[in-house]
Nanobody
Framework: QVQLVESGGGLVQFGGSLRLSCAAS????????MGWYRQAPGKQRELVAR???????NYTDSVKGRFTISRDNAKKTVYLQMNSLKPEDTAVYYC????????????WGQGTQVTVSS
């Protein structure tokens, strides 16, 4: 069974940094586009950052210049480096994997909580 396991969340002060990791298993990781989404209480889940199988990246406007997504295909892991964190970044962060070659497949992790105190 495919698994996406996030780690690295926690409590951090305003202006601090965290690095999230998402380790994948039982998928051909290199052909998947990987993304980080987040969902704050009472809000819809939103895309934070995405990296394609060709290492093209895109970010939601609110995190540009502060967050960096990267991937290590050998380790089947995607990372989200988050700097200059703000209270509005507080949310549950979810890892997402999408295969668009052939039959579309999509998987989600269980989420990791990020809390930024003011």
């Amino acid at each position: 069974q495919v698994q996406l396991v996030e780690s690295g969340g926690g409590l951090v002060q305003f202006g601090g940094s965290l690095r999230l990791s998402c380790a994948a298993s039982k998928i051909i990781f290199s052909i998947y586009a990987m993304g980080w989404y987040r969902q704050a209480p009472g809000k819809q889940r939103e895309l934070v950052a995405r990296i394609t199988d060709e290492d093209r990246t895109n970010y939601t406007d609110s995190v540009k210049g502060r967050f960096t997504i990267s991937r290590d295909n050998a380790k089947k892991t995607v990372y989200l480096q988050m700097n200059s964190l703000k209270p509005e970044d507080t949310a549950v962060y979810y890892c997402n994997a999408v295969r668009s070659i052939g039959t579309r497949l999509e998987f989600w992790g269980q989420g990791t909580q990020v809390t930024v105190s003011s």
